[in-house]
């Protein structure tokens, strides 16, 4: 009996029947931390100490229950085992009376397991579940809102175009547009959040977004910041929403572990990363960006897992955070690690691949003289009030406009225009379309009637894969909703230096 009890799994104790340990097994002595030879004749509510894991109270010893009842006791859901040197663990299991040959109860033998890991299990898949459909919600949020923004931001940046710079008018719809493009911010956080992630690369001012990251989070905190950013700063490949949400969520921790303010320094400099993964990038380029608090810090114990998904150490921490910024981080080939010291603060070191002997395209003057263009666009988009804004802008160009709301009649309209010899010179296709055929399916059905045709995709959902490797799924260049005047100008001008666009058009 003894081999047997001490090859199981389960913890095992016996009892007398006045409640007094006759036999633990192994699995018990390393679950309580009390041996055979020091439980034996001891009092079972002295060996084996259960509560309950929400009330924190004592729970009923199951033996003395079975004694009195002669059934099977099961012990209660949320039952915690207290061992002797405090380490708490969930159990489940039961205590059964051991009777004689004559049906007499003669004591209890308790049978348990540890169910910590189970149910640890058991919650992380019930956070990933919830955090799928979170994740689609929010998603459908964004994409719904995106639409929206896309009339409001259309149209207040086309309003400028028509007005003086120096009108008060002017002046009101630029703050608004400033406004509207902090909203494009917060559907771009909630698109990262949900499925998906995939960064669309732009070439972009690390530098700038760190700046507007700090301002933005720290106005009207208690803590100050210190920005020490190299004036010849590298330019990077990167994904500015998914960026901005990356510094956004660094700076508010930092802030957030300074309760009685403080200040972060935040420095960006030119570095060279050897085993950067990105291998479009030779040289080994890198930006080297580190933001440091003076906050609390964080224990040894806990630095190893800041970055696992669901893991915090603040009560209302969904432990998300810094799990997207290290994913965000890695989809750019970059890296992160932090160091922390309790109570002397905690610095978070950043390397992202760089782009070198790169400039950015100068900033548009508002008096500089509209894009002008000539030939003939369709747009496919499902929502009436994108179209409009889209067909104003394109007309104000100098394009001949055509819209509908679906793959099908996109499909037709483009047959009809080049079997009379005037196809259209681009396409404008969103790539969701309820209830229809959207761009992702849509292209092939135009690429049947013409190999060459120019489509362009866009889409609220900035992180969907389309939207990544566009030209894969044979479109030539995205648009991310909600656009502006300016970055559609900036797509048409790109597509119209193609030589078969050129020639269509007679550009």
């Known amino acids: 009996l003894a081999v047997i009890l001490r090859s199981i799994g389960d913890g095992v104790i016996t009892t007398d029947t006045e409640g007094r340990v006759v036999l633990i097994n192994q699995v018990d002595e390393e679950l309580t931390g009390w041996s055979q030879e020091e439980a034996g004749g001891a009092k079972l509510e002295d060996v084996f100490r259960i509560i309950d894991e929400t009330s924190r109270k004592e ?8 004694l009195h009842t002669g059934r099977v006791v099961e012990l209660s859901n949320h039952t915690v085992l207290i061992s002797r040197d ?8 039961s205590a059964a009376p051991i009777l004689n040959e004559a049906n007499k109860i003669i004591g209890v033998v308790l049978v348990f397991r540890d169910v910590s890991e189970k149910k640890h299990i058991e919650e992380e898949l019930f956070k990933a579940r919830k955090l799928e459909s979170i994740g689609v919600l ?23 175009r028509l007005t003086m710079p120096d009108d008060r008018v002017y002046e009101i719809l630029e703050n608004a547009e400033t406004a509207s493009n902090r909203a494009k911010g917060l559907t771009q956080q909630l698109l990262t959040f949900s499925k998906g992630g995939t960064p669309i690369r732009k070439l972009a001012s690390i530098g700038k977004i760190i700046a507007e990251s700090a301002s933005f989070v720290l106005r009207g905190s208690n803590v100050s910041y210190q920005l020490d950013i190299d004036p010849n700063l590298y330019l990077a490949e990167v994904d500015a929403g ?32 050897p085993s950067s993964g990105d291998h479009s990038n030779p040289d080994k380029a890198a930006i080297k960006i580190s933001i440091s608090d003076q906050g609390h810090g964080i224990s040894t114990e806990h630095l190893d897992r800041i970055f696992d998904p669901y893991f915090t150490t603040k009560k209302q921490g969904s432990g998300l955070g810094l799990a997207t910024v290290y994913s965000i981080i890695h989809n750019h080939f970059g890296e992160i690690t932090a160091t922390s010291k309790e109570g002397a603060g905690t610095t978070f070191n950043i390397l992202l691949p760089a782009r070198t002997n790169c400039e950015l395209d100068t900033v ?12 003939s666009i369709l747009i496919m988009d499902d929502e009436k009030i994108v179209c409009e804004v889209l067909t104003n802008i394109l007309e104000h160009f100098g394009y001949e406009v055509e819209s509908c709301s679906e793959g099908n009649e996109a499909s037709q309209l483009y047959e009809k225009s080049f079997k009379n010899n005037r196809p259209y010179d681009v396409v404008i296709m969103d790539i969701t379309i309820p209830g229809g055929i959207g761009g992702k399916e849509a292209i092939t059905l135009l690429q049947k009637i013409d190999p060459n045709v120019c489509a362009i995709v866009s889409s609220g959902y900035a992180n969907d894969p389309i939207m990544a490797h566009c030209n894969d799924y044979g479109f030539a260049a995205t648009l991310s909703k909600p656009y502006n005047i300016a970055e559609i100008e900036d797509v048409l001008k790109t597509v119209f230096r193609s030589p078969s666009v050129g020639s269509k058009s007679g550009s």
């Open 364 to 375: 548009r003057s508002e008096t500089e003289d509209s894009h002008q263009g000539n030939g």
């Open 59 to 66: 729970l009923t010893n199951p033996v003395m229950e079975s």
């Open 86 to 93: 405090g380490t708490e663990r969930a159990i489940a299991d």
């Open 138 to 160: 929010a998603g459908g949020i964004a994409h719904d809102f995106n639409n929206f923004l896309t009339a409001i931001l259309g149209n207040i940046s086309l309003a400028r």
């Open 242 to 273: 998914q960026m901005t949400q990356v510094f956004n969520n660094l700076i508010i921790n930092a802030d957030q572990s300074m309760p009685n303010g403080g200040q972060i320094k935040i420095s960006a400099a030119n570095a060279i990363n």
